[in-house]
Structure formats: structure tokens, C-alpha cells
């Protein structure tokens, strides 16, 4: 079993900046790929970015290219995501999930583990 735990969230203007940790206990979470999805209100969880085991392979969601980074710390078990450029649109609640194909992906289904999630608002 893999535990994760969002946190970071909040309310930020349009512009601003906010990086969200995913600390992760249980298994060695050092080998699962990680991934970011996010659902506002009304609409499906969709995916934002993912980053493999090792950390050298990522991915995004085309939204949030150029503004979004995804990293992890295996020492710390702790995956982020780095948001930058925030816009109103990007006002959702963020999950962190784990993977143990250790490649990551941007289906939700594929995804062994989830948090509870961390509301992120960004006001106009």
C-alpha cells in the first residue's frame, strides 16, 4: 500500500505562483511513477502532468506547458508540481497519484494509488 498526501493549495491571484508536495509512505514509492490530475467543478478529472521513477522522463497536459514543472525528491519520497503564470482556469482541486509501472502516463485508470487532494483557487 502507498499513502499520498497533498498539500500547497490555496487561494492565489491570477499570475501568481503556488507549488504543491506529495509526500507518499508505505511502499517505496522511490519506484513508482507519479502524476498530477486535477477536477474543477461540474467537469471530469483530467490529467497535468506525470514524471517517471528515476524523474527523468515528464509529461504535460498541453494547458499548462511552459507553466507547470513537475519534479520529485526520492530521498523525501515527495513529488511537486511547481505552478507558475496561474490562471483562473487552472481552479480545481489537484491529486497526486502513484503508478507502479514506474512510467507514467496521463490515464487516470492506470494509476494505482491517489490523495484526497488540495483545492487550488486562482481569482481573476
Known amino acids: 500500500q502507498v499513502q499520498l498526501v497533498e498539500s500547497g493549495g490555496g487561494l492565489v491571484q491570477a499570475g501568481g505562483s503556488l507549488r504543491l508536495s506529495c509526500a507518499a509512505s508505505?511502499?517505496?514509492?522511490?519506484?513508482?511513477?507519479a502524476g498530477w490530475f486535477r477536477q474543477a467543478p461540474g467537469q471530469d478529472r483530467e490529467f497535468v502532468a506525470s514524471?517517471?521513477?528515476?524523474?527523468?522522463?515528464?509529461y504535460y497536459a498541453d494547458s499548462v506547458k511552459g507553466r507547470f514543472t513537475i519534479s520529485r525528491d526520492n530521498a523525501k519520497n515527495t513529488v511537486y508540481l511547481q505552478m507558475n503564470s496561474l490562471k483562473p482556469e487552472d481552479t480545481a482541486v489537484y491529486y497526486c497519484?502513484?503508478?507502479?509501472?514506474?512510467?507514467?502516463?496521463?490515464?487516470?485508470?492506470?494509476?494505482?494509488?491517489w490523495g484526497r487532494g488540495t483545492q487550488v483557487t486562482v481569482s481573476s
Open positions: 508505505g511502499r517505496t514509492f522511490s519506484r513508482y511513477a
Open positions: 497519484a502513484g503508478d507502479s509501472t514506474a512510467h507514467g502516463t496521463a490515464v487516470a485508470a492506470e494509476y494505482d494509488y
Open positions: 514524471i517517471s521513477w528515476s524523474g527523468t522522463s515528464t
